[in-house]
C-alpha cells in the first residue's frame, strides 16, 4: 500500500520544514553559528511554502515563523544553549504535528 499523492504532498512540505528546523538544532548543538543560522533561515522558508501549500494553518506558519526569528536571534548572539532548547521543542513539535497531519490525511482518504 502507498501513501495517496496529496498525502505524499503534505508529509513533504511539513517534513521539509522539520528537517531545516532539526539540522539547527544539531549545529546549535556543536555552536556552528553559520551552519545554525543557514539551517533556521531555511527552516523559516519552508514554514513560509508550508503556510502557502496550506500544509499549515496561518496561525500555525506565525507561531513557528515567532519562534525561529527568536532562535535566529539568539543564534546571533552567541546564546547557544537557549537556541539549542527552543530548536529542541520546536523539533519534537514540528515533527509530532507533522506526523499526525499526514495520517490524518492518510487515513481520511481511505473512509
Not at 49 to 77: F, H, M, Q, T, Y
Request: with cysteine; aromatic share 8%.
Amino acid at each position: 500500500m502507498s501513501i495517496s499523492e496529496k498525502c505524499h504532498g503534505l508529509a513533504t512540505s511539513l517534513f521539509e520544514a522539520w528537517v531545516f528546523i532539526d539540522s539547527a538544532r544539531r549545529y546549535a548543538s556543536v555552536e556552528e553559528k553559520e551552519k545554525a543560522l543557514t539551517a533556521s533561515i531555511n527552516a523559516r522558508a519552508a514554514i513560509y511554502d508550508c503556510e502557502k501549500e496550506a500544509s499549515l494553518l496561518p496561525d500555525e506558519a506565525k507561531a513557528l515563523n515567532g519562534d525561529l526569528n527568536r532562535v535566529i536571534g539568539e543564534i546571533e548572539w552567541g546564546k547557544f544553549p537557549d537556541a539549542r532548547d527552543r530548536l529542541e521543542a520546536l523539533s519534537e513539535q514540528v515533527f509530532m504535528s507533522s506526523l499526525q497531519k499526514v495520517v490524518k490525511c492518510e487515513c481520511g482518504d481511505k473512509k
